[in-house]
């Protein structure tokens, strides 16, 4: 797998740091996850193919154990609020200086500079701030957030995860590590660049939702069906719009123009109307094989069936029976291999993954007496 060989130490946070962790195993990473001691609950539902080491970093010589862990490591993960790490000694300056190869990847909402550095947020808070949130959400309805996909996720989790593979990329012409200052603010707008730099072409002139792509064209929404169900429509270019007024048997004739912004609510009424004459299964009978660019909105049960996504293997269903979505992109000669087994337990490889750093059984013994790790092998076994 591309990232076979690369070791990685992730502080245990809520979100984006889990599926940052999560892409680099998918991809081949060997990823540890720092758990607290303590009985601590995982909320990490990203730990695909991760081990957990449950470690005190409140402890000094728990912070001796995660600095031995990083010298012998390429890339450490955390997800703290900006300082937490420099005030339990574990900032860039002190691991960079024991392990000069370390890439150190910091994965907050706002960053490490600037006034709300230090401010406690949430995604929809990091939305809002990149400027996106305020172009999110149904004509003269408030902004909405679309779940904590955009900044948690894509500005968040996947760009970190891109900022190491670049990190490690640099690293192998200059033999030198560098820190990773993922800000889920400057990702997300990032994400959004195609809003920034198409502006010039008028496509975000109007209110929020009354615009081509935001649910203002009648050609680029979502439509009910008479069983209840929804088909997604995104028939922008004339050519593929013609084939949705085909699929929908309407008269191109007798209807206003497709770029006549003003008919739109005339248009959209048409195709609302004439939608819900239909199943989802028969519109989608009508519609698979052109190219009208219209979809059936699969919901996350029936993504498994769909024949294309059967074809390709889209999502798979692990040894728990959960199904998920596979690691993306494919990769033509090392393609990632998601790992089937089930997420760790809290402490599950404490001992093992010290005994692989070079801790002796009596120095792990100590560390398990005094509470600054935990081992939970055995309820692994139960
Ligand atoms: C919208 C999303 C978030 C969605 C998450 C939800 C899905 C989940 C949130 C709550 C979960 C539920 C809950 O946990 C209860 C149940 C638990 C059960 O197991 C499962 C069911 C639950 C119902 C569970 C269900 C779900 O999982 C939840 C509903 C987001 O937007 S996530 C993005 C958040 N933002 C960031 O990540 C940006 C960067 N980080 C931050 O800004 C802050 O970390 C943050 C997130 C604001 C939290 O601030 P906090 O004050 O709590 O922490 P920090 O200031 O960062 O400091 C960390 C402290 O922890 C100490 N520490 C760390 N590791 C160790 C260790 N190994 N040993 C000892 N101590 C450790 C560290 O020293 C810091 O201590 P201090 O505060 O003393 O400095």
Redesign the pocket.
Known sequence: MALAGVRVIE???????PFCGMILADFGARVIR????KGA???D?QARGKRSVA????NPK?VAVFKRLCVQSDVVLE???KG?ME??GLGPEDLLKENPRLIYAR???YGQSGSYAK??????NYLAMSGLLSMLGRSSEKPYAPL?LV??FAG?GLMCAFGIVLALLERSRSGQGQIIDTS?VEGAAYVGSFMWKSRSLGLWNRPRGENMLDSGAPFYDTYCTSDGKYMAVGAIEPQFYQQLIKGLALDDADLPAQMSVSDWPQLRQTFTRVFATKTQAEWSRIFDGTDACVTPVLSLDEVLSHPHNQARGSFFKDSQGEISPRPAPVLSRSPAEPCHSRDPFIGEHTRSVLKEYGFEQAQIEQLLSAGIIECNEAKARL
């Open positions: 502080l245990a946070g809520l979100a984006p740091a720092v758990d607290r001691t609950m995982t909320v539902t470690l005190n970093l409140k728990g997800p703290y609020r937490v005030k339990m994965l907050t909402g401010a406690a947020g949430h995604d929809i904590n900044a948690d968040g889920m």
